[in-house]
C-alpha cells in the first residue's frame, strides 16, 4: 500500500505522504488515475492495470517525447499563438470532439494578452506547456532572465519547451532546480517553412499548406513519436487534427487520447500512454 501511495504521489495524483491505509485519498487518487488514463476499472480498487499504469506513467521523464509514454500513439505539440482567438478555441475543441490528447505550448505574452485560453485547454483535457514568456533562445540569456521567462506565472506548468530547441546544461539545470521537464519533440515537419518565391507576387508568401503539414505527420511518425507544430500554421486548420489520426490509425499508430478529466498545471511524466 505504501509503494501504490508512492506512485500515486510521483504521479502527481496525492500530495499527501505515504501512510500505509487504503483511506478516501488513495481510492479517490486510483479513481482519478482511472479518469485520466481511461485504461483501468472505475471503481476506486486497485487491479494489476492499476500497477501497469502507474508503473509507465512513474518512468523517467524523455525530454525528446515530452510526455509521450506510448508505444503506438502520436502526440501533437503546438507552439507560439494562434491567429486569433477563434482559431484557438476551433482548436481545442475539434481536440475534445475527437478525444485526441494535444498538448499546447504557448507564449507567456500571448496568454496575457487574452490570445490564448490556458484553463479552456486545461478543462478540455490537454496538455499545457510553458514555451517561456518572451520566445527568446534561452542560451543567450543570463540564467537570472532564464528563471523569470520560465517562472512568471501565467502557464504554471512543469512541463516547458524551450524556444527553438535552444537549450544546454546550464538551461537543463535551471530547469530540474525549478522543478521543471525539458520539453522537446522528435519529430519536425517544419510547418512554418516557406516552399518557394512567390508567384503571383502579390501573394504574401508560400507556405507548406496544413494538409502538407498532415501529411507528412502520417508519414514519418512512429510510435511514441512527439511533434512539434505551431497554432499560428497547422493550429489554423483544425480539420486536420482527425485527417492526422484517420492516416495514422492506417498504419496501426493513433493521436493520443484525450483525458477523461481536466488537466492539471503539475503532470505526470507520462500525458499520453
Known amino acids: 500500500m505504501t509503494y501504490l501511495q508512492t506512485l500515486l504521489r510521483n504521479a502527481k495524483f496525492i500530495t499527501a505522504s505515504p501512510d500505509g ?28 492495470a492499476t500497477w501497469a499504469v502507474l508503473e ?47 498538448g499546447i505550448a504557448p ?44 517562472t512568471r506565472s501565467y502557464v504554471g506548468s512543469n512541463y516547458v519547451r524551450p524556444p527553438y530547441g535552444d537549450e544546454n546544461s546550464r538551461i537543463r539545470a535551471i530547469l530540474a532546480q525549478y522543478g521543471k521537464n525539458d520539453c522537446l519533440w522528435n519529430v519536425d515537419p517544419q510547418d512554418w517553412k516557406r516552399v518557394g518565391r512567390p508567384l503571383p507576387l502579390e501573394v504574401p508568401d508560400h507556405r507548406i499548406t496544413p494538409s502538407q503539414v498532415a ?23 483544425a480539420r486536420q487534427l ?6 495514422l490509425r492506417a498504419r496501426g499508430l493513433m493521436l493520443c487520447r484525450n483525458w477523461g478529466r481536466a488537466s492539471n498545471p503539475s503532470m505526470p511524466n507520462q500525458y499520453c500512454l
Open 215 to 237: 501529411d507528412y505527420i502520417v508519414g514519418h511518425a512512429w510510435g511514441g513519436s512527439t511533434v512539434v507544430v505551431h497554432m499560428n500554421h497547422l493550429g489554423t486548420d
Open 107 to 150: 507564449n507567456g505574452e500571448h496568454v496575457k494578452s487574452g490570445l490564448v485560453d490556458v484553463k479552456a485547454a486545461r478543462d478540455r483535457g490537454l496538455l499545457v506547456v510553458d514555451h517561456t514568456y518572451h520566445h527568446y533562445p534561452l542560451t543567450t540569456l543570463s540564467s537570472e532572465q532564464v528563471v523569470w521567462e520560465i
Open 21 to 48: 491505509s487504503y483511506g478516501p485519498v488513495t481510492a479517490g487518487a486510483v479513481q482519478a488515475v482511472s479518469e485520466a488514463y481511461r485504461v483501468l476499472r472505475r471503481d476506486g480498487t486497485t487491479t494489476t
Open 56 to 102: 509507465k506513467i512513474n518512468k523517467p521523464f524523455d525530454k525528446y517525447t515530452c510526455g509521450n509514454g506510448s508505444s503506438n500513439k502520436v502526440l501533437l505539440v503546438f507552439d507560439d499563438q494562434p491567429v486569433s482567438t477563434t482559431s484557438y478555441r476551433a482548436l481545442i475543441d475539434a481536440a475534445r470532439a475527437g478525444r485526441y490528447g494535444i
Open 242 to 247: 482527425a485527417r492526422i489520426d484517420e492516416g
